[in-house]
């Protein structure tokens, strides 16, 4: 059968449904001021670049107030703007700008903690009574004076940090001076939706709820059990514990329906979690099923799995395979906390194959999928110098970890312009050579670049009914192929990648007809590297 373009679903409220988001970093996107760091302006001068690829909306990472000791996820104003970002005006401005251009916007909400510079904490620490003395958590030292119990932080130590004024300690699974906010008390939960009413009514389309599944702990603190040696190296004292009382309590799912019952008074507001952790799949069922739940999440199943083979990518996709499952998930395979993909999954040799058939394979994939900035062009993890890092999970396990600064550098619009034409002045984190060579404008334009190859298997899932809403089934790994059919609106696709560098056959029906090819697949043979989208 020859696919004919269908109008996907056109009611407005399930625009997200099947949606290709863009995350923007905004430190890393665009300059428009000069001072080496990415802004708001500098967002709204490049999104006709994005409206180009064809996706449906962008997710913009913190841009709120906070001394960025962790670049924006440690936010002393949920309702301001940071200088070095820009104004609300800004922001205003580029909400206008991304509609014109038929693009929805999705920004970041942190619930699990803030800074310890914000006046809440101010005033929790102060003492422990007054209005806002629980709405962090606090506990009383154990008789030695050593912390509550033995909960330990993402970035290196214990989640505890003494307070003098206070004579407790104050927990934070991240830095120190990210301290943890108790949204298991009712005041926290109404400020924080506050917050949000505040954005949504300056016509925000959804949220992205950042580490959602930390936001409350167990109230009696007691200690994490062990968790069992896996074999891998273990970098930090976080990964020797099974986190059952640290996060993921059950309590969350009605501070999300809170959330749920706030964004429907806005109609056609999308929320999709970051899911983290051992339980992340069945967090991410609890937290999306039925109507009064989130719409999406996400976990770290590919963002941080060092390989990329078809068992595994069979293993993860059959989770989600189950038409029952009222869950739609989210994928990304590289974000601004994970390494980029092709760094991670093949020889830099084969970056320009690999990166094609990845980007086909996201695109194949059931639910909505999260592209990075840059990712459509290829760009590599960069390689950053100790005595440039910035990122400070980076500098406290250097060298074990990757680091995220590599994933953080600016984005190359120019190829010939200092610093890839992203700022006229000195840039936060430097840019490789490599990924100056990969530049906007040196892609642009050319039909055989992984920018135009993006577009095109973009446009193929916006205008296909089977990709973008259908369902998956028949999920196989063989070899190294990667196999799975995707069904609705009266087609029936089979999508089918070469995860190797060698040439696999195929046997495809005969009546089979090819709706892209990757690499020069054929429905008798996939190059290495190759993927094949066909109509049976």
Same mark, same amino acid.
């Given at each position: 059968m020859t696919i004919t373009a269908q109008p996907v679903a056109s009611d407005e409220t399930l625009w997200w449904r099947g949606a290709a988001i863009y995350q923007i970093y905004p430190r890393s996107f665009m300059d428009a001021d000069g001072d080496g760091v990415g802004d708001l302006a500098g967002i709204t001068a490049r999104l006709d670049h994005v409206a180009a690829l064809g996706v449906?909306?962008?997710?913009?990472?913190?841009?709120?107030?906070?001394?960025?000791?962790?670049?924006?996820?440690?936010?002393?104003?949920?309702?301001?703007?940071?200088?070095?970002?820009?104004?609300?005006a800004d922001f205003d401005a580029l909400i206008a700008r991304a509609?014109?251009?038929?693009?929805?916007?999705?920004?970041?909400?942190?619930?699990?903690?803030?800074?310890?510079?914000? @006046?809440?904490?101010?005033?929790?620490?102060?003492?422990?009574?007054?209005?806002?003395?629980?709405?962090?958590?606090?506990?009383?030292?154990?008789?030695?004076?050593?912390? @509550?119990n033995n909960w330990q932080s993402v970035f290196g130590g214990?989640?505890?940090?003494?307070?003098?004024?206070?004579?407790?300690?104050?927990?934070?699974?991240?830095?120190? &001076?990210?301290?943890?906010?108790?949204?298991?008390?009712?005041?926290?939960?109404?400020?924080?939706?506050?917050?949000?009413?505040?954005?949504?009514?300056?016509?925000?389309?959804?949220?992205?709820?950042?580490?959602?599944?930390h936001a409350i702990h167990d109230p009696l603190l007691r200690d994490n059990p062990a968790a069992p040696f896996t074999g891998r190296v273990r970098t930090r004292p976080f990964d020797y514990q099974i986190k059952l009382h640290s996060q993921s309590q059950p309590e969350i799912v009605g501070f999300i329906e809170r959330i749920r019952a706030l964004c429907d008074e806005?109609?056609?507001?999308?929320?999709?979690?970051?899911?983290?952790?051992?339980?992340?799949? &069945?967090?991410?069922?609890?937290?999306?099923?039925?109507?009064?739940?989130?719409?999406?999440?996400?976990?770290?199943?590919?963002?941080?799995t060092p390989e990329l083979t078809p068992a595994f990518a069979a293993e993860v996709l059959n989770n989600w395979a189950d038409p029952a499952l009222s869950a739609w998930p989210s994928w990304a395979f590289e974000n601004h906390d994970a390494p980029r993909a092709v760094s991670r999954w093949c020889a830099p040799e084969d970056?320009?194959?690999?990166?094609?058939?990845?980007?086909?394979?996201?695109?194949?994939?059931?639910?909505?999928?999260?592209?990075?900035?840059?990712? &459509?062009?290829?760009?590599?993890?960069?390689?950053?110098?100790?005595?440039?890092?910035?990122?400070? &999970?980076?500098?406290?396990?250097?060298?074990?970890?990757?680091?995220?600064?590599?994933?953080?550098?600016?984005?190359?619009?120019?190829?010939?312009?200092?610093?890839?034409?992203?700022?006229t002045g000195t840039p936060w984190l430097p840019l490789s050579a490599q990924n100056l060579a990969l530049a906007v404008d040196r892609q642009m334009g050319d039909a055989g670049s992984l920018l135009a190859e993006t577009r095109r298997l973009l446009a193929l899932r916006r205008d296909t009914p089977a990709l973008r809403l259908g369902r998956i089934e028949s999920i196989s790994a063989a070899g190294s192929i990667l196999a799975f059919d995707r069904v609705g609106g009266g087609q029936h696709l089979r999508c089918v990648f070469n995860l190797g560098r060698d040439a696999a056959a195929l046997d495809l @029906?005969?009546?089979?007809?090819?709706?892209a090819s990757i690499n020069g697949a054929t429905l008798d043979l996939l190059p290495g590297y190759g993927a094949l989208i066909a109509a049976i």
């Open positions: 449906d909306a962008i997710w913009i990472s913190p841009f709120f107030t906070s001394p960025m000791r962790d670049f924006g996820y440690d936010v002393a104003d949920f309702c301001g703007v940071d200088p070095v970002f820009g104004t609300l509609h014109a251009l038929g693009l929805k916007v999705i920004i970041d909400q942190v619930y699990a903690h803030s800074s310890d510079l914000h @006046p809440w904490f101010a005033a929790s620490r102060a003492g422990q009574t007054g209005t806002h003395a629980d709405w962090y958590v606090w506990a009383d030292p154990q008789a030695d004076g050593t912390p @509550p214990p989640a505890w940090t003494w307070d003098a004024r206070r004579r407790q300690y104050y927990m934070h699974t991240f830095l120190k &001076e990210q301290p943890q906010l108790n949204c298991a008390n009712p005041a926290v939960q109404d400020a924080l939706l506050g917050a949000a009413r505040f954005w949504l009514e300056r016509g925000v389309n959804g949220f992205r709820l950042d580490a959602l599944n806005y109609g056609a507001i999308h929320t999709v979690a970051e899911v983290g952790g051992d339980n992340a799949a &069945e967090e991410i069922t609890q937290f999306t099923s039925g109507d009064a739940r989130l719409n999406s999440a996400y976990g770290f199943d590919f963002l941080y970056a320009d194959r690999f990166a094609r058939m990845k980007l086909a394979l996201l695109a194949c994939l059931r639910g909505n999928i999260i592209l990075f900035q840059g990712e &459509e062009l290829g760009l590599f993890q960069d390689v950053i110098p100790f005595e440039q890092l910035r990122d400070p &999970e980076a500098i406290a396990n250097w060298p074990l970890t990757l680091g995220r600064d590599g994933a953080r550098t600016p984005m190359p619009w120019l190829a010939d312009v200092p610093h890839g034409g992203f700022t @029906p005969e009546a089979a007809l090819v709706t």
